[in-house]
């Protein structure tokens, strides 16, 4: 088996990062988190002043990034929201490039990112997994859990710019339905990888 890229996406709270994280225990799977990714770019001067140039504003405090204010800016314009993507993505895929440069052969490269579908970086994967959480409850309990400051109007509002539906899931070549146990998963997950190494063909749905 040769290098290969999968992109991993799915809405907040529907426990993307921690399927691309199971699968990355095992040896063959390397896991590539894009909003780690931006958000070490924070540490670049150079980056900052370009980001904030785009935004139109200061994002900084002191010297320190204020993540809420460019949450705030971003998802209340549109324009300003994509022109941060276009500006990330070549940054994104020198990184990713880097990454799949440094893998050792038979190797897989799961590349986790919310904005998959309709942007650049659909382009770059033919292969999709797509995470699922039906259960809307358990969904905002995950997103509270991981950022407890966190209105529920906050939680709604960008749960309302990320969609996923029946087109979405046409062009994913797994789907994980993930509201249930964390052992549920792990058995699910199982599957997965089998389906990835085996470099089986055809859909899954677990």
Known sequence: MNKEMW???GPMGS??????????KHVEIKH?????TIKDFFGSNDYMNSLEEILGE?????????KS???????NDIEKKKAVEDFNYPLLCEKIVEEVKNMDN???LLVEAVILFNSPLQNDFEKVILVKCSDKKVQIERIKNR????SLEQIEERLKNQHFGEEEEKLSRIIINNDGSS???DKKLDRVFEFLINKETGRLEV
């Open 15 to 24: 426990g993307k990062s921690e399927v691309a994280k199971r699968l990355a």
């Open 58 to 66: 200061s994002v900084r405090e002191n010297g320190i990034v204020i």
């Open 147 to 150: 950022n407890p400051n966190w």
């Open 106 to 108: 038979n190797s897989i």
């Open 69 to 75: 204010k460019i949450a705030k800016i971003i998802f």
């Open 183 to 185: 052992e549920e998963l």
């Open 7 to 9: 992109g991993v996406t």
């Open 32 to 36: 590539l988190d894009c909003d780690k």
